[in-house]
């Protein structure tokens, strides 16, 4: 979603502001711009596009000035273009905001406004912000920005800046990320870390309700009720580099292939030394607990989704209770059965995502416990559940989710064991074999990345087809669906994910001579069934790909090309079989020559409903 950062300090805003946006194209964006204080006046440069548009606009005539704030925009309220490019200012130029989220009320706002005679030159929310802060503006600055922010509904991170206060730039959010960074008489704000680690590691992370008053000395945080916060320093961990592509020509191959220390990261300080137990220190549970609950809904979007249907899978085989898995944007729509015996759990990559933020908020207020599985250390979601488990893939850049996808699948799978241990529906002895299966994955999945060639050679193969379908039955369905997200999502190819055996019920129609069949057939429970599945395209002339787990010998028969994954549980097939799907969708992206790291139309993180 819209990317935010702010400079107060003795050194030029304008370099450190662009330097930083670039640092969040990856939240994906339709426009951008920045503000500086030149001593005199706010000079405000913005442009619809990309970054590269608003450099050429400002060209050599860089703003001068040590305060600014700067923003890349995904457009909710009034379509990409300039006037609707933030940062935004009130009538007279005094104030200058940034903001990301959404202002519920704004339209009953602008008209008053409107009405007062202010003069709005865009059609966004945001603007309403500015006008209404000119409106209140009683010569303190906080305090009228705290009257704003009593008259505004919604969600939001906002940036403040004035001519008329340019020793302090003031934030607040609320739903919405936003951190501080600690620097030497300089500090600095963004929406997310990437923006800032060039500069400094040392960083506050804002909760909902927080504002900070944000000198180039001194950084003052409080709550909503104006009381002084002290706050722990968030030491970042990562390198910069760690943030950057790390001689991978896209963020999303390198994501790909750092999955195994990614999977190997997640795991390993949940996996007891002697190997017989896992061990979830971070979760608050025992038997009276766990057996507290009469049902488990896991709620997320897309790919953490598909996640959460394997996770399903797992809880229900391991631990043996009853979970329900539902789409965000519908579970809270459909007046779910939730109440104090309910466990919600869930799982968002980016902590952020607004649907699954409000699935948790509505759950908690009907009384349900709630656990998150995020890879965000102090996301909105993170805060807002009750108990977090979080995946150590380190920061996911690339639109497209893959590392977060396999630690989600291991967090879960760790989970159900760990239940199972509880509950005690799984021996000693399965629990120890299963965590020695576990403890392999990290290599196994190195081994699959090994040899991309064939893939490769797929992807040219049949990356301009327009249409293709994978197919799958129980664990490798729920792989299969993933498999396809990423293909269309990045490549923009039409691909959908079927359970094998409802071909005949309909899209078996649309099973013609030489479309592209991607079927996964790793589950022995149904292997048999997967086969005669296959026959069935492959009689309607469709190419197949098959994919098997290692020592497989029967299904090279009767496909075209197989795709092989080392041997494991195949419960764990999941974290291997999907290996080769990422990489299948990367390289058709770039044999149809589309943006990888940033697809038309999608966000890194949505954080509008
Ligand atoms: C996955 O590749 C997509 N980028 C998208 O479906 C994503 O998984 C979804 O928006 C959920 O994001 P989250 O995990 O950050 O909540």
């Given at each position: 979603?819209?990317?935010?950062?702010?400079?107060?300090?003795?050194?030029?805003?304008?370099?450190?502001?662009?330097?930083?946006?670039?640092?969040?194209?990856?939240?994906?964006?339709?426009?951008?711009?920045?503000a500086v204080y030149d001593g005199a006046k706010i000079r405000v440069e913005k442009s619809v596009g990309r970054l590269a548009a608003l450099r050429d606009k400002i060209g050599s005539n860089m703003p001068k000035g040590t305060l600014g704030i700067g923003h890349t925009r995904w457009a909710t309220h009034g379509r990409p273009s300039d006037r609707n490019a933030h940062p935004h200012t009130d009538c007279s130029g005094d104030f200058?905001?940034?903001?990301?989220?959404?202002?519920?009320?704004?339209?009953?706002?602008?008209?008053?406004?409107?009405?007062?005679?202010?003069?709005?030159?865009?059609?966004?929310?945001?603007?309403?912000?500015?006008?209404?802060?000119?409106?209140?503006?009683?010569?303190?600055?906080?305090?009228?920005?705290?009257?704003?922010?009593?008259?505004?509904?919604?969600?939001?991170?906002?940036?403040?800046?004035?001519?008329?206060?340019?020793?302090?730039?003031?934030?607040?959010?609320?739903?919405?990320?936003?951190?501080?960074?600690?620097?030497?008489?300089?500090?600095?704000?963004?929406?997310?870390?990437?923006?800032?680690?060039?500069?400094?590691?040392?960083?506050?992370?804002?909760?909902?309700?927080?504002?900070?008053?944000?000198?180039?000395?001194?950084?003052?945080?409080?709550?909503?009720?104006?009381?002084?916060?002290?706050?722990?320093?968030?030491?970042?961990?990562?390198?910069?580099?760690?943030?950057?592509?790390?001689?991978?020509?896209?963020?999303?191959?390198?994501?790909?292939?750092?999955?195994?220390?990614?999977?190997?990261?997640?795991?390993?300080?949940?996996?007891?030394?002697?190997?017989?137990?896992?061990?979830?220190?971070?979760?608050?549970?025992?038997?009276?607990?766990?057996?507290?609950?009469?049902?488990?809904?896991?709620?997320?979007?897309?790919?953490?989704?598909?996640?959460?249907?394997?996770?399903?899978?797992?809880?229900?085989?391991?631990?043996?209770?009853?979970?329900?898995?539902?789409?965000?944007?519908?579970?809270?729509?459909?007046?779910?059965?939730?109440?104090?015996?309910?466990?919600?759990?869930?799982?968002?990559?980016?902590?952020?995502?607004?649907?699954?933020?409000?699935?948790?908020?509505?759950?908690?207020?009907?009384?349900?416990?709630?656990?998150?599985?995020?890879?965000?250390?102090?996301?909105?979601?993170?805060?807002?559940?009750?108990?977090?488990?979080?995946?150590?893939?380190?920061?996911?850049?690339?639109?497209?989710?893959?590392?977060?996808?396999?630690?989600?699948?291991?967090?879960?799978?760790?989970?159900?064991?760990?239940?199972?241990?509880?509950?005690?529906?799984?021996?000693?002895?399965?629990?120890?074999?299963?965590?020695?299966?576990?403890?392999?994955?990290?290599?196994?999945?190195?081994?699959?990345?090994?040899?991309?060639?064939?893939?490769?050679?797929?992807?040219?193969?049949?990356?301009?087809?327009?249409?293709?379908?994978?197919?799958?039955?129980?664990?490798?369905?729920?792989?299969?669906?993933?498999?396809?997200?990423?293909?269309?999502?990045?490549?923009?190819?039409?691909?959908?994910?079927?359970?094998?055996?409802?071909?005949?019920?309909?899209?078996?129609?649309?099973?013609?001579?030489?479309?592209?069949?991607?079927?996964?057939?790793?589950?022995?429970?149904?292997?048999?069934?997967?086969?005669?599945?296959?026959?069935?395209?492959?009689?309607?002339?469709?190419?197949?790909?098959?994919?098997?787990?290692?020592?497989?010998?029967?299904?090279?028969?009767?496909?075209?090309?197989?795709?092989?994954?080392?041997?494991?549980?195949?419960?764990?097939?999941?974290?291997?079989?999907?290996?080769?799907?990422?990489?299948?969708?990367?390289?058709?992206?770039?044999?149809?020559?589309?943006?990888?790291?940033?697809?038309?139309?999608?966000?890194?993180?949505?954080?509008?409903?």
């Amino acid at each position: 979603m819209c990317g935010i950062v702010g400079y107060i300090g003795d050194k030029q805003a304008a370099e450190f502001l662009l330097d930083g946006l670039s640092k969040l194209e990856y939240r994906g964006y339709d426009s951008a711009g920045i503000a500086v204080y030149d001593g005199a006046k706010i000079r405000v440069e913005k442009s619809v596009g990309r970054l590269a548009a608003l450099r050429d606009k400002i060209g050599s005539n860089m703003p001068k000035g040590t305060l600014g704030i700067g923003h890349t925009r995904w457009a909710t309220h009034g379509r990409p273009s300039d006037r609707n490019a933030h940062p935004h200012t009130d009538c007279s130029g005094d104030f200058v905001i940034v903001h990301n989220g959404i202002i519920e009320n704004y339209l009953a706002l602008k008209e008053d406004l409107i009405e007062k005679g202010h003069d709005f030159k865009s059609e966004t929310d945001t603007e309403v912000v500015a006008h209404l802060l000119e409106e209140v503006y009683n010569g303190d600055f906080v305090s009228s920005i705290r009257e704003v922010l009593r008259r505004i509904e919604g969600s939001y991170s906002l940036v403040f800046m004035s001519r008329k206060h340019p020793d302090m730039l003031v934030c607040t959010k609320q739903d919405n990320p936003l951190v501080i960074g600690i620097g030497e008489g300089e500090n600095f704000i963004a929406s997310d870390i990437p923006a800032i680690i060039s500069r400094t590691r040392r960083t506050y992370i804002l909760n909902d309700g927080e504002l900070a008053v944000v000198k180039k000395d001194s950084i003052q945080i409080t709550n909503r009720e104006g009381e002084a916060v002290t706050k722990k320093v968030f030491e970042v961990n990562w390198n910069a580099e760690a943030a950057e592509k790390g001689g991978y020509e896209h963020f999303m191959l390198k994501e790909i292939h750092e999955q195994p220390k990614a999977v190997r990261d997640t795991m390993s300080q949940r996996i007891a030394k002697d190997g017989k137990r896992i061990v979830m220190d971070e979760l608050k549970w025992d038997a009276d607990y766990l057996n507290s609950f009469n049902k488990i809904y896991i709620v997320a979007c897309g790919t953490a989704y598909h996640a959460g249907l394997v996770g399903k899978f797992y809880i229900e085989k391991m631990a043996r209770v009853l979970v329900e898995v539902d789409v965000a944007s519908e579970f809270r729509y459909r007046n779910p059965i939730v109440d104090e015996n309910t466990l919600l759990i869930v799982v968002s990559q980016s902590g952020e995502t607004s649907d699954t933020l409000a699935a948790l908020k509505e759950s908690k207020r009907l009384g349900a416990k709630t656990l998150a599985i995020t890879n965000v250390v102090g996301s909105s979601i993170a805060r807002e559940a009750d108990q977090v488990l979080y995946t150590w893939a380190g920061p996911e850049i690339a639109v497209a989710s893959t590392k977060a996808y396999t630690t989600q699948l291991i967090l879960f799978f760790m989970l159900s064991l760990y239940m199972a241990q509880i509950r005690g529906t799984q021996s000693p002895e399965r629990v120890e074999a299963l965590i020695s299966r576990l403890k392999e994955i990290p290599a196994q999945v190195s081994e699959t990345l090994s040899d991309v060639e064939p893939i490769k050679t797929f992807a040219k193969q049949y990356g301009f087809n327009e249409d293709v379908f994978y197919i799958g039955r129980a664990l490798d369905y729920e792989v299969a669906l993933e498999g396809a997200l990423k293909l269309k999502e990045v490549s923009y190819i039409h691909a959908e994910a079927y359970a094998a055996g409802e071909l005949k019920h309909g899209t078996l129609a649309l099973i013609i001579e030489g479309v592209p069949v991607i079927a996964l057939a790793t589950q022995k429970s149904v292997y048999e069934k997967t086969l005669s599945n296959i026959k069935e395209v492959k009689a309607r002339d469709a190419v197949v790909i098959g994919l098997a787990a290692a020592g497989d010998t029967e299904l090279s028969k009767y496909v075209d090309h197989v795709i092989t994954v080392p041997q494991t549980d195949e419960l764990l097939i999941p974290l291997l079989t999907v290996v080769p799907l990422q990489l299948l969708a990367y390289y058709a992206a770039i044999t149809r020559g589309c943006d990888v790291d940033k697809p038309r139309n999608l966000a890194k993180s949505v954080t509008v409903e």
